[in-house]
């Protein structure tokens, strides 16, 4: 059964930092992309950081030079560095895992999803 578990979310004051943490488990096959995502009531899911097979990163222009994606495959975890948070990168946070070709920051060419963390920044 695959798995993925978010942790690190919290509220915080802007321009605190958070470390969002994903935790895969009982996925074997192949990981075209991994990614994280948000969405706040009344928006759409949008695509935040993504890194694909090969360690490319890609991020939405709005978090640019402030969000760090990373992985540690030894831990299968997949992180989120989150610095000079702005009160419009509240959102849920989930993190996902793509088994086949595509964009990466496609988010609805992800296979699994995990049930997310809240991010709540405070001006």
């Known amino acids: 059964q695959v798995q993925l578990v978010e942790s690190g979310g919290g509220s915080v004051q802007a321009g605190g930092s958070l470390r969002l943490s994903c935790a895969v488990s009982?996925?074997?096959?192949?990981?075209?992309?991994m990614g994280w995502f948000r969405q706040s009531p009344g928006k759409e899911r949008e695509a935040v950081a993504t890194?694909?097979?090969?360690?490319?990163?890609t991020y939405v222009d709005s978090v640019k030079g402030r969000f760090t994606i990373s992985q540690d495959n030894a831990k299968n975890t997949l992180y989120l560095q989150m610095d000079s948070l702005k009160p419009e990168d509240t959102a849920r946070y989930s993190c996902?895992?793509?088994?086949?070709?595509?964009?990466?920051?496609?988010?609805?060419?992800?296979?699994?999803w995990g049930q997310g963390t809240q991010v709540t920044v405070s001006s």
């Open positions: 996902a895992v793509k088994g086949r070709t595509g964009l990466c920051m496609t988010a609805k060419l992800y296979n699994y």
């Open positions: 009982g996925y074997s096959y192949s990981r075209f992309c």
């Open positions: 890194i694909d097979s090969d360690g490319r990163k």
